[in-house]
């Protein structure tokens, strides 16, 4: 499905980008900078943003610890950097 038909960006088009980044995308920015464009009307934002937290969240549960979309693991990696900085022991 068009998401986006200023740049005529489909709902794979976005979930592609996410799975292929190599940072973390959260942004509708972030996916019309991966795919050589740019927001003109900016209307498909909000779908666009949708689409990366859903297929952040089921690749978060897919991905092995490490994963730069395992936002599971990167939590769990600032939380023992704050354990650490404030002496705190884990929970
Ligand atoms: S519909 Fe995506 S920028 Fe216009």
């Not at 794979?12 to 991966?34: E, F, L, M, P």
């Amino acid at each position: 499905m068009i998401v986006c038909s200023c740049n005529v960006i489909t709902d794979h088009d976005v979930r592609n980008a996410v799975s292929g980044a190599d940072d973390v995308v959260r942004h509708a920015k972030q996916i019309y900078g991966c795919l050589g464009c740019s927001a003109e009307c900016g209307r498909c934002a909000r779908t666009i943003k949708t689409i990366i937290d859903e297929a952040l969240g089921s690749c978060a549960r897919a991905c092995q610890a490490g994963c730069p979309h395992n936002l599971t693991a990167a939590n769990d990696e600032v939380h023992d950097h704050i354990r650490d900085d404030f002496g705190l022991a884990a929970s």
